[in-house]
Nanobody
């Protein structure tokens, strides 16, 4: 059973920083793309940042230059460093990964979400 567990959310003032972590565990054979999504109240879930197995990244325009996604390959982890946070970054952040278990095709997995609130 594959699981994604996020940590690192919380309350931060505008201009502050947070680092989110997501660890994948279980009978993992391979992980392709890992990503962070977010969903604010009343809005659709949106892609924040993604990173492929080779390290290529892409970001939503709204976070470019402020957020950085990275991977810890040996630990099956993905991180999101968030700097210069704005109130509009307030949302539940979800980890997502394309993971192949042993003797299986790739499947999409989601974490449970972690709340990020940017407020003074």
């Amino acid at each position: 059973q594959v699981q994604l567990v996020e940590s690192g959310g919380g309350l931060v003032q505008p201009g502050g920083s947070l680092r989110l972590s997501c660890a994948a565990s279980g009978s993992i054979f391979s992980i392709a793309t890992m990503a962070w999504y977010r969903q604010a109240p009343g809005k659709q879930r949106e892609l924040v940042a993604a990173i492929t197995s080779s390290g290529s990244t892409n970001y939503a325009d709204s976070v470019k230059g402020r957020f950085t996604i990275s991977r810890g390959y040996a630990e099956n982890t993905v991180y999101l460093q968030m700097n210069s946070l704005k109130p509009e970054d307030t949302a539940v952040y979800y980890c997502n990964a394309a993971i192949a278990e042993y003797y299986s095709d790739y499947a999409d997995y989601w974490g449970q979400g972690t709340q990020v609130t940017v407020s003074s």
